[in-house]
């Protein structure tokens, strides 16, 4: 059987202090819902008081980019603009042999 501490302090209406073994945290927010940020990560929360059904899920962040992980940009131009100046040109080519006059 693990030992545990945790200890919540109320700093002002809606805001609380949570200090446990291994972590700490804020919480912002009322009975019911609230959001946590702390240094196990953040976190949103809602309940039904009373009822016993809650949700909570982890707000995952992106890690900051390294040289390494940023992507190589491609200065090529894009194909699709390429095709559509070329059905453009091909448009203009048919309707000028059509409309010159002979």
Known sequence: MGLRFRKTFSIIPGVK???????A??????????YTTGTA???ISASLPGTGLS????IKENPPMTPAAVPILDVRPRRRWFLLVIVYVVAGLIWWTILQPK
Do not use: A, P, Q
């Open 55 to 58: 949700f909570s899920r982890k």
């Open 17 to 23: 202090l949570n200090i446990g073994k291994k972590s």
């Open 41 to 43: 990560g953040k976190t």
């Open 25 to 34: 945290s804020v919480r912002v927010g009322v009975k019911g819902f609230g």
